[in-house]
T-cell receptor, first 114, second 115 residues
Framework: DQQVKQNSPSLSVQEGRISILNCDYT??????FLWYKKYPAEGPTFLIS?????DKNEDGRFTVFLNKSAKHLSLHIVPSQPGDSAVYFC?????????????FGKGTKLSVIP | DTGVSQDPRHKITKRGQNVTFRCDPI?????LYWYRQTLGQGPEFLTY????????KSRLLSDRFSAERPKGSFSTLEIQRTEQGDSAMYLC?????????????FGSGTRLTVV
């Protein structure tokens, strides 16, 4: 039973355009959501997070949107750069329930074409 | 501070052998986590420590797996009687207790291959 789902295994975007990565979750106890980026042979790198009390969080070129009623979040990258090519993981935590473990999706491989 | 350090980076072992991995977290981080990642999957939670106390364990952590953090600094993850299904990337992460706003910092992982 996958509690965090990333339904698109891959995404290709032209350099300079917007990349939109999507994530759905099923566990209503999740109250914190994070995005990680992973390059081959490296560990995941934290990108941005959002608390369930917000619906948007921005950091430079990265914006995360949260729609609690739909149990859906998305990561927008604008403008996309070739260096953004990596696997992106969505993760969630039920920290309010006392658990800080992260539940990850399977990832979306983003390719930014120069 | 060089981030989260994991040793070794790669380990090849024969089925049935025991293996031990080490993780050195960021020095001021009091929480330490172990995750496992297999091909095509996201990282899966195994266990975490706050200081030296092991606070949560996943059902994935069978009795062949044991983790320790004896002095609240580095941690070891031991797998006894390895099986081919144990082949995976083992990731360690650390964080401060306070907030998830800054996420967890992951190491580069130890890739285990059981032959």
């Amino acid at each position: 039973d996958q509690q965090v789902k990333q339904n698109s295994p891959s995404l290709s975007v032209q350099e300079g355009r917007i990349s939109i990565l999507n994530c759905d979750y099923t566990n209503s106890m999740f109250d914190y959501f994070l995005w990680y980026k992973k390059y081959p042979a490296e560990g995941p790198t934290f990108l941005i997070s959002i608390s369930s009390i917000k619906d948007k969080n921005e950091d430079g070129r990265f914006t995360v949107f949260l729609n609690k009623s739909a149990k859906h979040l998305s990561l927008h990258i604008v403008p996309s750069q070739p260096g953004d090519s990596a696997v992106y993981f969505c993760a969630a935590s039920a920290s309010g329930a006392g658990s800080y473990q992260l539940t990850f999706g399977k990832g979306t491989k983003l390719s930014v074409i120069p | 501070d060089t981030g989260v350090s994991q040793d070794p980076r790669h380990k090849i072992t024969k089925r049935g052998q025991n293996v031990t991995f080490r993780c050195d977290p960021i020095s001021e981080h009091n929480r330490l986590y172990w995750y496992r990642q297999t091909l095509g999957q996201g990282p899966e939670f195994l266990t975490y420590f706050q200081n030296e106390a092991q606070l949560e364990k996943s059902r994935l952590l069978s009795d062949r797996f044991s983790a320790e953090r004896p002095k609240g600094s580095f941690s070891t993850l031991e797998i006894q009687r390895t099986e081919q299904g144990d082949s995976a990337m083992y990731l360690c992460a650390s964080s401060l207790v306070v907030s998830l706003n800054y996420g967890y910092t992951f190491g580069s992982g130890t890739r285990l291959t059981v032959v």
